[in-house]
């Protein structure tokens, strides 16, 4: 009898579970066609919502079906090495008794939190006690305040940036704005449709409880709101900074132009005059010994006219 | 008696149909008016339906009759010569016993499918039995699974470009910049139309099958939101990128403007002083041994003088 | 008795009118006051909508009374000279018995039609045969599908400006740009408030006929969203293609900027040297028979160290 | 007794009145505390409403109460010296029996339906005879088309900033477009809030009057939606002749260039050869009679080498 | 017994409060968990609510219970220092007979409100004696009329950098245009939330009154929207005022190129000219007595040629 038992154990390598009175939490990691096949011999789940547990073009979705949910959530996971946000994809089954998670393990805090259920019974207590909705309220919820950290250095990296600008090191600020917006523009895009999905959660997830939860999601629904409205003032600004990065390097252009032309001025007139001297032809003051004084002071005379006349003119 | 037959076949070339159970399949590609004649003669078809198979200007839309549906569908197919999308349409006409397809035939996952059903009875009898409305899903969602792989050549290209701007060769980004861009405003505005009907479809066919379909349709919907998402977020990143290459190019201008500077600060003062001692006049130190010398000292102490002043105002 | 009658004439030169069993369709170009006067003393009609027939400062609107409806349309005509889209008004009061359109003989199908319909007694037939509300749906249509051809001349000019920015006749694109974009925008004006006044112009002129016009006037409004998407794609391809000549504009002046920059570092050591060979100083070499030979090379040996030095700074 | 009265007249100066039949005007121009105060002591407004006679932050709004309406119109006003359209505010109170405007004297069209109603018996049973809501009717009529010509004045200024553009007096434009620009911004936000309280204002004020007057307030809402349209088109026409303004100053830029690089091209060799046989040591040819030509066909063949060089990478 | 009321002293040190009447305000200053544990002794308060006041990332909102309602705004506090608007939260809880502000102290109306009232009778009688609701309208009237003086701080800087643009100072005007813009969005993202929050609060508070409150609150939040469309327009102008920069600096720079062109047609072929002659070749001319006179002839016509041939070509 033990061999087959391996050999089940050998199919279902990644679905660990914790219980708590009633409610079972199923956490699978990084999903593949096994643990799939696995939810569909224990429970009947409907086969489309197994395949968008796999496939990787989901969007975040509420399925009702009479005796359970199918939840899709993205959630945002920075990486260091590329600097980009891209969307972690968190799939949920919610019934009365059990709740069934499927992620990829990069979600940070929804690990940690199956972790320390593992480990510590109070903590066990505290989030399975509740039913199965306050369980999803505690996860979402730790996940979306996830997002702040991520949020706090996007404002430290606008805040550089345009300290930057604004120095003399402006050079590096092209590909840092060109960087964060980007990043900008994904982190709204996978937060965009999260806000409908939770703000249409409640309702649909009562039922599974008897305690009231309405409040709860308000508070997290406020909390993704406040992260839409920031990456929103975010975009503005990073398009302000691009313009003003542009108007600075105008101006920068035309300070390089000014000093050629202030040389020109000055030099010019200097080379011209030593020219004329310089043909071999008879010239005016020859052979006094003072002709280098007035020489020099025909260049200053020239010099000075120009002068003049370019600040007359407000052209430098 | 032959004669008339083989009139009648010349007159409807392209009119392919397949059959399973009570469900006939009728495939049209290419339609004329040949082919339209056909359908008028064979079905009860609304006469406007039938031109606007034909016509040019067509929207996707839902058309509805006591007996059948008129649908017309816009989809995106990839030109890899002009690099461009272009919108494809397929009409349909859904009744209770029969699915009516017409198209020009470059929609291939179509072509593809109708093929399948033809050669192998398995494909046939898992497309076709579950009725008409279920085999129309079948297409449509091949359809837009199709869109898939323009979506990811469009983000390779992206990424590319991204490349490419902030390396050397940036030259040639402008052009692919422009015509990524204008491909993924074509692509929006053919994708822009179908959602509606996509998503407003599944209760109007509702009457032809047995299957309860929503589940089905509403996946579908689903994909076609992620792909106008994917296209909206597209279409920001490169007007970002547009802009960062603007940026890029101002700074390139910019460095060339300062290296023509510099060398102008170096070159022209030693021409300056060289031209004052070309003079045919008498000049300082002119008969000394060291002369050479003396005048490469005052071109040092000027070049110097220059730079320092330059540099103290933060103009190089 | 005759002359009052000449008097009459004279007072109503524009008023045309068919009749076709019980319906009698009224033409008038270039209405003024003699005309609407004229309408005021035959029909029942509200003295603010003889005003607005006249007035220049209409919006398309449907104002609805008892016996009649009062419409207002604008259509969009190209004028070649100026190369500009304006709006070209048409007045429609539609009762029962009557349709009267009052218009300034711009709008060339309506011409057209009213000709034909004089003319021809089949075409006449055909129009007038089906109730006052059918043969505006006829007029509507034509209007609407003679916006095709305008549309395709944009459609014609963008693609030109397009191979034009890649070429080297780039110039004269901005003012091409420049007045394509004014169209457009013109165009799109005119097109957005028809959009509404024919959407929701068929329930309420249900009453003047037998016929099911729903399907008829769908199609006219799928007509008009299909010109308010593709100017909608235009408005966005064109702003792309601003960007796009502004980005390879920055691109040539660069292009300019280094051709200077590669003139000066070749031409101005040379003069340098020269100059310093110049001087009436004693100089190196000066009375060797090689001299000039040694001039030169030092001349080359600066030009590439400074061919050198901005290669290897990425400069030039 | 005629003390008091005359000290009554000091207390209210600005107040003027019209009564015909049950219904008076009363017309108070520059309000101040004095006015509300004589208001607060005649009729039974609410205190609010009176300082929001007097306030400077007001927005167009309804305030209904069961006697009377309180309303508060902005109708913007060009200043000809700034060049600026600003908004003046007009409050108004309505009755049945009673119309009271208070506003500052910039409204001409209203200081003149006054003035015409005070002069001319005609003219004030024309506009009071129907009841107070026909009044209110007549005067947002008047101030309405009142924007009219301002509207057609910009529409002016567009067309000759369109025409300067492209023409060689294209300097002064930036100027014309930012202040062009800015007037519009205004004049929007002066319109946008007039239309909601005029397209809700109807129904409201219908208790105060026997006449339908839906179809007149019909009327003017097309005419500020008409306005508002004009407005947004402007907006959308000044932006893209901005962009044009930038595209042609770049081109201008490169033309500029390009003639300083001609210049370049031609004299710099020409200083070049010169100086080389102006150095102090053996040269060739330098004996010769035809010396001069023969340097003279140097400096030929280097400047056309480098025209042909220039011509054939397109750079010139 | 004086021990214990130390030590709860020193528990609960920035609680203050207010009484008239049933009506008591208790006002906190830089709520910390000390001042939460208070009100949770003293109230039932739902936890969330309390952990709320303490949260940096609130989002203005409207929380209802049953016997109380929790309400979060954030009002704008400029910083002078940094020259930033920044928002304030200001938590409250408002029942029949009480209502708690908490705030940082940067809301200065709000703590001078208080004063007013702690010091002056008059004062307290006004504000408090109509209940908690009035009460909680001044408070909110008093801090929304605060953004005035901040909005006609922003409109002078507007004009200031409009004056300057135009100006020879144009050049600090970008780091003008960014901070002001920056600054704008910030305010912008404040007042957004508040709106709907004061628009829908006054059927919640209605049951804590007696008085009819809906025209007071009416007013504010005309207010309110006053200052949302006014930076609205502020954000268009600013955006144009950085277009308009940008086409001024262009127009400056072409100035400068303008000048070097100008400079390089005068002074270079009298450079070209003297090498000429500078030649140790036989020159024409060489010996004559006039041979000054001839070569500045040939500069002149070769400048005066120069000089036409660019005129015509209208490049300078």
């Given amino acids: 009898m033990a061999k087959p038992e391996v050999s089940k154990k050998e199919k279902q390598p990644n679905v660990e579970s914790l219980t708590w009175g009633n409610l079972t939490w199923v956490n699978i990691e990084r999903p593949t066609d096994q643990e799939t096949e696995y939810l569909a011999q224990n429970y009947h789940f409907h086969p489309l919502d197994l395949d968008d547990c796999l496939s990787r073009i989901q969007r975040p979705k509420i399925d009702e079906y009479k005796d359970y949910l199918f939840l899709v959530f993205h959630f945002p996971v920075f990486n260091k090495q590329t600097r980009a946000t891209t969307a972690s994809q968190l799939s949920v089954f919610i019934g009365e008794k059990y709740l069934i998670t499927l992620h990829k393990g990069e979600l940070k805090p929804l690990v940690k939190l199956f972790k320390e259920c593992q480990i510590d019974e109070e903590s066990r207590q505290e989030n399975l006690s509740q039913g199965s909705s306050y369980l999803l309220y505690r996860i979402i919820d730790r996940l979306v305040d996830?997002?702040?950290?991520?949020?706090?250095?996007?404002?430290?990296?606008?805040?550089?940036?345009?300290?930057?600008?604004?120095?003399?090191?402006?050079?590096?600020?092209?590909?840092?704005?060109?960087?964060?917006?980007?990043?900008?523009?994904?982190?709204?895009?996978?937060?965009?449709?999260?806000?409908?999905?939770?703000?249409?959660?409640?309702?649909?997830?009562?039922?599974?409880?008897?305690?009231?939860?309405?409040?709860?999601?308000?508070?997290?629904?406020?909390?993704?709101?406040?992260?839409?409205?920031?990456?929103?003032?975010?975009?503005?600004?990073i398009e302000g900074l691009n313009d003003t990065y542009d108007s600075l390097?105008?101006?920068?252009?035309?300070?390089?132009?000014?000093?050629?032309?202030?040389?020109?001025?000055?030099?010019?007139?200097?080379?011209v005059i030593a020219s004329i001297w310089g043909m071999n032809i008879p010239l005016p003051f020859q052979n006094s010994t003072h002709s280098l004084l007035f020489v020099f002071l025909i260049m200053a005379v020239i010099i000075g006219g120009m002068l003049y006349f370019f600040r007359r003119k407000r052209l430098m």
Avoid at 249 to 271: E, K, S
């Fill in 146 to 237: 996830y997002c702040l950290p991520i949020l706090n250095k996007i404002v430290g990296n606008i805040e550089e940036v345009e300290d930057n600008i604004f120095s003399d090191s402006a050079r590096g600020a092209v590909k840092e704005i060109s960087i964060l917006r980007r990043d900008i523009i994904s982190f709204r895009r996978i937060i965009w449709p999260i806000r409908a999905v939770i703000g249409s959660l409640e309702p649909k997830i009562r039922r599974f409880t008897k305690m009231d939860l309405a409040v709860y999601f308000g508070d997290t629904v406020d909390h993704v709101d406040k992260i839409w409205d920031a990456l929103d003032e975010y975009k503005e600004i």
């Fill in 249 to 271: 390097a105008g101006n920068r252009t035309n300070d390089v132009m000014r000093m050629l032309t202030v040389i020109a001025v000055i030099l010019l007139p200097i080379t």
